[in-house]
């Protein structure tokens, strides 16, 4: 069969769907969201399956996981989809009327910094249900594969930290890095030097998408390292660990100052330099065009910018 016969075979309707099982993975949850019944969705998933010659789907469990072909076309057919309802649009972006779904990555600890922005986001946008996804399970590969539409997180601004030149960052705030410990700990009331801060065991942050953070790359040209007794994957479980422990938590000192995790707790510059850091927003360039992605991005960063101020 050829391309253009193959093509001809495909309608908007085929796209929405296959946009819809790649966000849910589930026929049933994709036909609650399209207002089908799931046997019209497998219906149409077999045709796409004919169409496209790939399976596009297998089953795990109660789990339907793309393919790589699948999740290639993921971005794809969200950009797609984006230009053909701005045809459609004839007026700006209006919030209060916006209906749909965006999808939000961050890490549970960004989360506090960014409520007051969702909250915002929920005001003026009634209709848009944000579903908040946990940067541990859904990284960069989540955004290239159309499954999340903005991913928020803090990293060292000097650094690429990937080098997937398809996805674009956008600084939220640039931050300080800080030592964070118990209030009883034994260097609470003492000046914080390097050997002091070396001298402790410390608790570090997990992110298979990130590079070595530039403090460490930072002690390492000064021939001096860490000892790390404990990796987790959010800044509130380091900070409920040091909380009870002799335990070291070098954090955004943004976080420091505003997450309830470090409330009561010693917070100190860090006794060398290093680069800088900050938070940023990261999406897939095919969003580019997408104006309820733009204006969620704008109100995250007004209601971000608000929260530091009153903080």
Known sequence: ?????????????????????????????????????????????????????????????????????????GPVISAMLREMDNLFTEEGFRPEGFQGRMNLALRESSFELLAGAIASVQQQAPGMKLAVHAKESTGFQSLCEGRVDLLVLPHDLGQPPTGRNELIWERLAEDEMCCLMRAGHPLATKKLTLDAYLSFAHVGILDADLQQPFFEQSLAQLSRRRVLAMEVADFGAAASLCRHTDLLFTCSALWASMAAQASGMVVKPLPFAYGKVGYSMVHHQSGSRDPALQWLKATLLSGFKQSISLG
Do not use: W
């Not at 391309?3 to 049933?28: D, G, K, P, Y």
């Not at 046997?39 to 045709?47: E, H, R, T, Y």
């Not at 796409?48 to 076309?73: H, I």
């Open 1 to 73: 069969m050829s391309n253009i016969v193959r093509l001809s075979r495909i309608n908007f309707r085929h796209l929405l769907v296959l946009r819809q099982l790649l966000e849910e993975q589930s026929v049933t949850q994709a036909a609650t969201r399209l207002c089908l019944s799931p046997s019209a969705v497998s219906k149409i998933l077999s045709q796409l399956r004919d169409c496209l010659d790939d399976e596009l789907f297998y089953r795990q469990g109660n789990q339907l996981l793309p393919t790589a072909k699948a999740k290639r076309l």
